[in-house]
């Protein structure tokens, strides 16, 4: 486990990545059905994986906030991973964006409400702006349900990659 602990839950941690992780991000999105509702919907390759681990540390370094590994905290098992990044659209600097995702193997046991929850906490307690915002495919019912149950509210919808995507907002 990372010696940088962002954010513990009682049963799950955020740490910040290594350099030697794009092979565990690789297979996080390794498959159709885990990279269906990301922009792109292929499954992601290891340059793919290298390359969005340096957006996570240049995001961190801007912003100091980014998508951060999720582990299991009672044996450290890699699940995921989880944070803010800013929606960037038209080359400008947006609103941050709260995002997940979870190992297929750990579906359905509450993980992505439970880091989705204490992230939200998280964010308004270290002020990193008054609000936030999540986007899902339209087809993402399960993500969706997470959303509203951490308290966010559907806001206009936003095209994306020419899919018409739900949006969710939530403010201090």
């Not at 919907?41 to 999720?70: H, I, M, N, S």
């Not at 038209?90 to 046991?109: C, M, Q, V």
Request: charged share 30%; with cysteine; proline share 3%.
């Amino acid at each position: 486990m990372s010696d940088t602990i962002i954010l513990e839950t009682p049963r799950l941690v955020l740490t910040m990545w290594d350099e030697r992780d794009a092979e565990m991000i690789r297979q996080l999105h390794s498959t159709l059905e885990t990279t269906r509702y990301l922009s792109g919907a292929v499954p992601w390759t290891l340059e793919k994986a290298e390359e969005r681990l340096k957006t996570w540390f240049g995001e961190q370094a801007r912003d100091g906030v980014t998508k951060y590994k999720l582990l299991r905290r009672d044996d450290g098992r890699f699940i995921g991973r989880a944070g803010f990044s800013r929606f960037e659209q038209e080359r400008e600097r947006g609103e941050f964006e709260l995002g997940y995702s979870i190992r297929r193997e750990a579906w359905g046991n509450g993980y992505a409400t439970e880091i989705a929850s204490a992230l939200a906490e998280w964010f308004f307690k270290r002020g990193f702006a008054r609000q936030f915002i999540a986007l899902t495919h339209p087809r993402n019912a399960a993500s969706q349900r997470v959303l509203r149950k951490i308290g966010m509210q559907p806001r206009a919808s936003i095209l994306i990659d020419g899919i018409v995507c739900p949006s969710f907002q939530m403010s201090r």
